[in-house]
């Protein structure tokens, strides 16, 4: 496709293009592009693209759909913005290929989480460069991903480069509260999607560990939200008068139960594959332990130290948070009904109604009823021996021949769980690499990212991409 770049938008975007002539591959391309032009307008862009705020609630992702559309629109790509709801928007952009393979999906969500600004070294929708840290809200999650996305799309425009594969670019609204921008394009525009045969967004792992080496997780499955709210009931009254079997006090004693409640311990293949990848990052007695780890579970001691490590603890059992209590308005009044909220998350494979009776168990108190809060969505995953799971492989061995790769089992949530039943297989993967410090700003005062790992991660994805396009 022939690039139509506008003066104006040149000096917007700062991209200035050359006489590219068609060539048929990333691995033919790649060394002949200017990535130094590319890398400073991603810089630009990504600084852009942080200052339109889009906290959620109430999203406005509109405005962030309208930034895309332009710069689709400036390099020739078909796109079109669909509105979800008032000020609320998704944004489907195709680059067409020559249709001997099915489509590969980028997904990104355009929404944020809230920020507080006076926690913040600067302020939080500033996209300001500090030390080489790009700092905003959506730096790491994941507005990071979807300019990376965004260019990635963007060069294959203008370097007319040949592939057998549609690239489609898809960002959507309410990603961090309720989908609501995934769940209306997959009620009304489905059939844009439904022949797609691969689909990349967020949830991998990318991370450096000082004195270790750099580790790349590749999210091939999710834990699924089974969240609960449990109310008890019980006779109120004054609070100079102690009612020992209040609905306050009958909460918090089961809730003690729950949070010392040990759910089984449940290795899925992914995860011990997970855990036979990072040993070589581990010390050692834990080196051995984590290359053999369903026959060293059975040691009590090391049990108990890597059910004990929050990294860990998730990927071996359903776990239960307790993030909710609520109760009276008043000190001096004891209510007649407190709740609570759990944040469940089931592994896959796990049945709801199975944790439900197991949790009932454990609350033992008939007088507290428990019920599921939101639509339980059955958790999938994606296999490990694909053509694109090996592709990520190679390049980024290319980019890192040190590097440990492993699939993972993401414990949080991620739209991918929403397209695989299409028959689109899903991986979270990004090419941004961090420090564990720079990782833990996800969802956290000052998130940032690395300048040069945008610069690095525009080659990776687009090697990614470009090369999965043509197999």
């Known amino acids: 496709m022939k690039s139509v770049l506008s003066v104006a938008m040149l000096f917007v975007f700062g991209i200035r293009l050359s006489a590219a002539l068609p060539v048929e591959s990333s691995a033919d391309a790649a060394p002949c592009l200017n990535w130094t032009e590319y890398e400073n307008a991603t810089v630009r862009l990504m600084r852009k693209y942080l ?71 600067v302020p939080p929708f500033s996209g300001e460069i500090l030390n080489g840290m790009m700092y905003g809200r959506g730096a790491l999650d994941m507005k990071d991903i979807g300019l990376l ?40 525009h489905a059939d844009l999607l439904r022949h797609a045969a691969y689909l990349l967004t967020e949830g991998g792992t990318s991370v450096t560990y ?25 006779r109120g009254g004054h609070g100079a008068i102690p009612i020992p079997d209040s609905a306050p006090n009958r909460l918090v004693e089961a809730m003690d139960r729950v949070i010392q409640w040990q759910t089984p311990i449940h290795v899925l293949p992914v995860v011990e594959e997970y855990f036979h990848q990072i040993a070589r990052l581990q010390e050692e007695p834990f080196r051995d332990d984590f290359l053999n780890l369903r026959e060293s579970l059975k040691n009590p001691e090391f049990r108990n ?35 609570s909220e759990l944040d469940v998350r089931l592994l896959p494979g796990d049945d709801p109604q199975d944790f439900l009776a197991q949790l009932r168990k454990v609350v033992r108190d008939p007088a ?45 949530y991620t739209e991918s769980q929403m397209f695989r039943p299409l028959g689109i297989t899903a991986y979270g993967f990004s090419p941004v690499k961090v420090s564990p410090e720079v990782e833990e700003t996800q969802h956290a005062a000052n998130e940032r990212v690395p300048v040069e790992q945008l610069r690095q991660g525009l080659k990776i994805l687009f090697e990614v991409v470009t090369r999965a396009a043509n197999q």
């Open 51 to 121: 200052r339109i705020e889009t906290s959620n609630p109430p999203g406005n992702e509109l405005e962030a759909a309208e930034f895309f559309h332009r710069l689709f629109d400036a390099n020739g790509i078909p796109n079109t913005v669909f509105s979800v709801a008032p000020k609320r928007a998704d944004i489907y952009a195709i680059l067409k290929g020559n249709g001997t393979l099915r489509p590969i999906i980028l997904l990104n969500h355009m929404d944020v989480v809230r920020a507080v600004p006076q926690d913040w070294k």
């Open 210 to 234: 000082p004195g270790k080496g750099a580790f790349y997780g590749i999210d091939v499955a999710e834990k699924a939200p089974f969240w609960i709210r449990a109310t008890a009931r019980g």
């Open 368 to 412: 507290i009823n428990l019920e599921p809060v939101g639509q339980f969505r059955a958790p999938n995953s994606s296999p490990i021996t694909t053509m694109l799971y090996r592709v990520i492989e190679e390049v980024v061995h290319q980019h890192d021949p040190q590097a440990v790769i492993a699939p993972e089992l993401n414990g949080g």
């Open 305 to 339: 130290a890597l059910l004990s490590d929050s990294d860990f603890n998730y990927l071996l059992r359903d776990t239960v948070s307790l993030t909710v209590l609520r109760a009276g308005e008043q000190t001096n009044v004891i209510p007649d009904a407190a709740y």
């Open 149 to 188: 996305q965004a260019m990635v799309m963007i060069i294959v425009a203008n370097e007319q480069l040949h592939l057998k594969r549609d690239l489609i670019f898809l960002g959507t609204a309410d990603e961090e509260i309720g989908d609501t921008g995934t769940l209306w394009f997959l009620a009304h």
